[in-house]
C-alpha cells in the first residue's frame, strides 16, 4: 500500500494544509447540515452529504500519507508533518494548541477509519432505508468521524481527550438511538457511564504529565519563548522512573483504554451497545472507537516501555480479557452478541501485545480487525435484515441458500479471524502470538517467564475463537432451517427497528448491493490486507512494522530500566533528538536469528494447527446439533453483570438515595436553607407586632428612646 501510494506525486505544503482540515472539517459540515436540514431534505440527498463528506475525507487521506510517505526525515529519523491552527489555550506555563500530527501512527489510523468508514456510510443507507431517524442517524455518524479524526491527529493529550470524550458522546446517541426501547437507553447510559470511569484515569494521568514535564504536547513545541521537547522525549531525563511517576502516569493511561477498549474491569458495556444499529456496532464498537485504547498506548509507548510494572499489568489484563471474553461468546446465541465478546477478545490480543513491547503489531492487529469485523458485522447485520430483524441464531439456519453473497463475504471473515494462513487474521495474530513468547520485557512467576504463560493463554484464546465463530457460522448458515420456530427464549436484543422489532415470518432474502457491495470490499481487505506485515521469517519484510518504527518506543529487557537509569539532570532542556535515542534504545535481547526464525515458524505452523482444529472442533460439536446446549454460566456471562449490580450499583444507589439524598440533600442543605428561612420568618414575625398603625404607639416609641438617648448622655456627663 504504502509503496503504491509513494508513486503519486508530493502535493504542496499549503495544499497539505488545507487537508489535514478537510479530513476532520468534511465529515463535520455534514453532519451541521444533516443535523440541521436532514429532515427536509429526504433520505437520498442525506445519504448523498453524509458518505460524500467521508469520501472527501478518505480521498485526502490518502493524499496525506501520500505527502507523509514523501516527507523528510527529522533529525529523529522520523516522518512527521505537524500544522499549528491556532493556540487554544495559554495559561502561564500551560500551553495547549488546536494542532494535527501526521506521523506513521496516525497515518495508518486515519487510512482505516476514513476507508472502512466510507464502507459502512454507504452499507448504512441501504441498512437505515426507511427509518423515521434516516438524518438523525447519519448526522451522528458524520459527527463520530469528525471526532474520532480528531482523536488520532490531535497534537496533544488535551486536543487528543476532545475527540476521546466526542466518540465517547456519539457512541451514547447512537447506542440509544431506537429511543423508544428501553434496552437502547439503558445500555447508552451504561456505556457513558462505565467510559467516564476510565475518563478520570485519563484526566489525572494529563494532569500528572504536565506536572512532571511542562507540557502534554507530542512534539516540541515554543512555549514563553523558548522550546519545550515534548513529554514523549524528554520521559528519558532523570529522577523521573525513579520515582514511580511514570508508572503512575502509564497506568492511569492504561485505565482510560479499559474503559475506551472495554477491557476488565470496565469492559461490560460494549456486549450492550449491541442494542444500536448494526452499522454502528461495525463502525463503532469494532473497527474504530474502541481501537482508541490501544491508539493512546502506542501513543505514549515511550512512557509505558519505562514502567515494567505498567507493561507486566497492560500484558496481564489483555491476556485475561481475551480468553475471558472468548469463553463467554462460546455459549451467545445473539449472533451480535457473539461478535461483541468477539471484539472484547480481540482487543485483549493487542493489549497484550503493548505490554510485551510490541505495539506495532498491535496496532497491526487493529488495522486487520477493522477489516474482518466490520465485516462480520456488516454481515450480521445483512443476515439480520434478510431475517426481518431475527438476531437470533437458534431460529436461523440453511441461510447459505437465501443469501449467497452474505454467505461468501461472511465466510473469509470467518476464516480470516480464526487464523486461516495468509489471511490478514493469521499475519497479526501470528505476530502477537511471536511477540509474547519471544519477549523478555516481562518478570518471571516462580521461575517460568510470565511471557510464555501469557503465550498459552492467547493461543488458547485462538482455539476458542475459531471454535465459537464456526459454531455462529454453522448456526446461521449450516443445517436445517429453524426460522420462524419458537425456542421458548426471552433474550433481549435490538434490531435495526424498521418493523419495531416485529419477527416476520417469511423466508430470509439476500440484501441489495448498497450493503452488499461493501462486504465484499471488504471481504477482499480481510483477504490480502495482512501482506503489508508479513515477517522476514516468512519470506516478507514486514514493511508495516518497519514503518512504525520510529514512532514507536522499544521496550527493554526486563530489569534493564533501572540498570540503564540516566544521570540526573534538567528534564526540560534535554535535546530531543539525544532522549529519543534513549527512548528507543536497549531493545530486547535478541537470541541467534536462525533459532528466531525456526522457533517462529514453528510457532507459526502450531497457530495455523490450532485454527484448524478450532474450525474442526467446531464442526464437529456443532454441525450435527447447532441447537447443542452451552455450559450455563457461559450463557450467562458468568453472571458479571449481577455481579456489578449487587457490588456496585445496587450499594451507590442506597448510599446516593438513603445516605446523599435524605440525610446530606434533605436533611443538611435543605435543612440549612429551610431552617435559615424558618429562623427569619420567625423573627419577623415577632417584629411585625411594632406596625401596629397607630400613631399614638410610634409617639410613644420615639418618646422612649429619646429619654433613653438622654438618659445614656447624662450619665456619661455626670462620671
Known amino acids: 500500500m504504502a509503496k503504491a501510494l509513494s508513486q503519486l506525486p508530493p502535493p504542496d505544503h499549503q495544499l497539505l494544509v488545507l487537508m489535514l482540515k478537510w479530513i476532520t472539517l468534511a465529515p463535520l459540515i455534514g453532519a451541521i447540515i444533516n443535523g440541521l436540514f436532514g429532515k427536509r431534505l429526504g433520505e437520498k440527498v442525506v445519504g448523498a452529504i453524509a458518505c460524500g463528506s467521508v469520501a472527501v475525507s478518505a480521498v485526502l487521506a490518502f493524499l496525506s500519507f501520500n505527502q507523509l510517505i514523501h516527507a523528510p526525515k527529522d533529525a529523529n529519523d522520523v516522518r512527521r508533518i505537524t500544522e499549528h491552527f491556532f493556540t487554544w489555550i495559554s495559561v502561564g506555563n500551560f500551553q495547549a494548541d488546536f494542532a494535527y500530527l501526521l506521523d506513521p501512527l496516525s497515518g495508518i489510523y486515519i487510512l482505516f477509519i476514513t476507508g472502512v468508514g466510507l464502507l459502512i456510510h454507504i452499507y448504512a443507507v441501504g441498512y437505515m432505508h426507511g427509518d423515521p431517524g434516516f438524518y438523525r442517524f447519519f448526522a451522528y455518524l458524520n459527527l463520530f468521524m469528525f471526532m474520532m479524526l480528531t482523536l488520532v491527529l490531535g497534537d ?22 431506537f429511543t423508544k426501547w428501553n434496552v437502547a437507553g439503558d445500555a447508552s447510559k451504561k456505556a457513558f457511564i462505565v467510559n467516564r470511569i476510565g475518563d478520570f484515569g485519563f484526566m489525572i494521568a494529563t494532569f500528572l504529565v504536565f506536572t512532571t514535564f511542562g507540557t502534554i504536547s507530542f512534539v516540541t513545541k515554543n512555549i514563553g519563548g523558548h522550546e519545550v521537547a515534548s513529554f514523549l522525549t524528554q520521559v528519558s531525563a532523570p529522577t523521573i522512573a525513579a520515582g514511580g511517576v511514570l508508572t503512575a502516569i502509564a497506568l492511569l493511561l492504561f485505565v482510560g483504554a479499559t474503559g475506551k477498549s472495554a477491557q476488565i474491569p470496565l469492559f461490560v458495556w460494549l456486549p450492550d451497545a449491541m442494542a444500536g444499529p448494526t452499522p454502528v456496532s461495525a463502525l463503532i464498537h469494532a473497527a474504530t472507537m474502541v481501537t482508541a485504547g490501544v491508539y493512546l498506548t502506542a501513543r505514549c509507548s515511550a512512557v509505558v516501555v519505562k514502567s515494567p510494572t505498567a507493561m ?29 465478546y468477539s471484539t472484547v477478545s480481540q482487543l485483549g490480543y493487542m493489549f497484550l501485545a503493548c505490554g510485551v513491547g510490541a505495539f506495532a503489531a498491535g496496532i497491526f492487529h487493529v488495522m486487520t480487525h477493522a477489516f474482518f469485523k466490520a465485516l462480520l458485522f456488516l454481515g450480521a447485520g445483512s443476515v439480520i435484515h434478510g431475517a426481518h430483524d431475527e438476531q437470533d441464531m437458534r431460529k436461523m439456519g440453511g441461510f447459505r441458500k437465501y443469501m449467497p453473497f452474505t454467505f461468501g463475504t461472511m465466510f473469509v471473515g470467518w476464516l480470516a479471524i480464526s487464523g486461516f494462513p495468509l489471511l490478514s487474521g493469521f499475519f497479526s495474530k501470528d505476530e502477537i502470538l511471536w511477540k509474547t513468547w519471544s519477549t523478555e520485557a516481562l518478570p518471571h ?66 440484501s441489495g448491493w448498497l450493503m452488499v457491495g461493501p462486504l465484499v470490499v471488504l471481504a477482499v481487505l480481510s483477504l490480502f490486507g495482512g501482506f503489508v506485515g508479513v515477517p522476514a521469517a516468512m519470506g516478507g519484510s514486514n514493511h508495516f512494522e518497519h514503518f512504525l518504527e520510529p514512532v514507536i518506543a522499544h521496550a527493554q529487557p526486563h530489569g534493564a530500566a533501572a540498570a540503564h537509569a540516566p544521570a540526573a539532570g534538567d528534564a526540560h532542556g534535554a535535546a530531543p533528538a539525544e532522549q529519543h535515542a534513549a527512548t528507543t534504545a536497549a531493545p530486547a535481547v535478541k537470541v541467534e536469528e536462525h533459532h528466531d526464525t525456526t ?25 450435527k446439533n447447532p441447537l447443542k446446549p452451552m455450559p450455563k454460566l ?22 446516593s438515595r438513603e445516605g446523599l439524598w435524605k440525610i446530606v440533600d434533605v436533611k443538611i442543605i435543605d435543612g440549612v436553607v429551610n431552617g435559615t428561612a424558618k429562623l427569619f420568618g420567625g423573627v419577623s414575625g415577632v417584629l411585625r407586632y411594632t406596625q401596629t398603625g397607630f400613631a399614638r404607639n410610634y409617639a410613644a416609641v420615639i418618646l422612649v428612646g429619646a429619654i433613653a438617648i438622654i438618659g445614656y448622655f447624662g450619665y456619661i456627663a455626670l462620671r
Open 312 to 340: 507486566t499489568v497492560i500484558a496481564i489484563i489483555g491476556a485475561a480479557t481475551a480468553i475471558f471474553a472468548a469463553t463467554i461468546g462460546l455459549a451467545q446465541n445473539d449472533i451480535k452478541k457473539v461478535l461483541a
Open 156 to 177: 496533544n493529550l488535551l486536543l487528543l481527550f476532545v475527540g476521546w470524550e466526542g466518540v465517547g458522546l456519539c457512541s451514547y446517541l447512537l447506542i440509544g438511538f
Open 445 to 510: 512467576v516462580w521461575g517460568f517467564p510470565l511471557s510464555k504463560i501469557l503465550w498459552g493463554i492467547a493461543a488458547l484464546t485462538a482455539l476458542l475463537t475459531a471454535i465459537y465463530m464456526t459454531r455462529m457460522m454453522v448456526m446461521t448458515f449450516w443445517g436445517e432451517e429453524r426460522f420462524g420456530k419458537s425456542h421458548g427464549d426471552d433474550h433481549g436484543h435490538a434490531s435495526h427497528g424498521h418493523d419495531d422489532h416485529g419477527h416476520g415470518h417469511g423466508k430470509p432474502h439476500e
Open 599 to 623: 522457533t517462529e515458524l514453528a510457532l507459526a505452523g502450531f497457530s495455523i494447527l490450532l485454527g484448524l482444529i478450532g474450525i474442526g472442533v467446531g464442526f464437529a460439536v456443532f454441525g
Open 634 to 655: 457461559l450463557e450467562d456471562k458468568y453472571k458479571i453483570d449481577e455481579l456489578y449490580d449487587e457490588v456496585v450499583v445496587h450499594p451507590i444507589e442506597t448510599l
